[in-house]
């Protein structure tokens, strides 16, 4: 779930979430589990053995009973993602990281950063540092 709708609302076999600790797969009868979730990618994988892939941009999932919940404050699924958008926001975040002055300004264009890449990344777009 995002503030303003519901993404994704069905029964999968595995999703593979960004965690602040790192990646982490999950599949049924995982035991409970509340964790963080950092900027990045969700990937799922349906009943019928298709995956689909999300640009999450930080939040929090609970696993309990074989339920998931996940509450990001933002989510584009890869197919609502826009190529051609998604590139040019990924090269002017780098150079406004470069161009950021201050601390302020370099928390800020590290987060755009990291969101735009998120983006990239759920098209299986491959990004060299």
């Known amino acids: 779930m995002a503030p303003n709708r519901i993404v994704w609302n069905s029964e999968i076999q595995e999703i593979i979430l960004s965690t ?3 990646q982490i797969g ?6 409970p589990l509340l964790t963080a979730l950092d900027i990045g990618i969700v990937k799922i994988r349906t009943k019928e053995q298709q995956w689909s892939t999300m640009a999450l941009m930080g939040g929090f999932a609970m ?3 074989n339920q998931m919940t996940i509450l990001v ?13 998604a590139q040019e926001t990924f ?3 780098k150079l406004n990281i470069v161009q ?7 928390i800020e264009a590290n ?3 990291e969101r735009a890449k998120a983006r990239l990344e759920a098209l299986n ?5």
């Open 20 to 22: 602040n600790s790192g």
């Open 26 to 31: 999950i599949l049924s009868n995982h035991a």
């Open 63 to 65: 696993i309990e009973n």
């Open 73 to 85: 404050n933002e989510a584009e699924k890869a197919t609502e993602i826009d190529y051609q958008e």
């Open 91 to 93: 090269q002017k975040a």
């Open 100 to 106: 950021a002055e201050g601390k302020k300004q370099t």
């Open 111 to 113: 987060l755009a950063f």
């Open 125 to 129: 777009v491959n990004i060299s540092p």
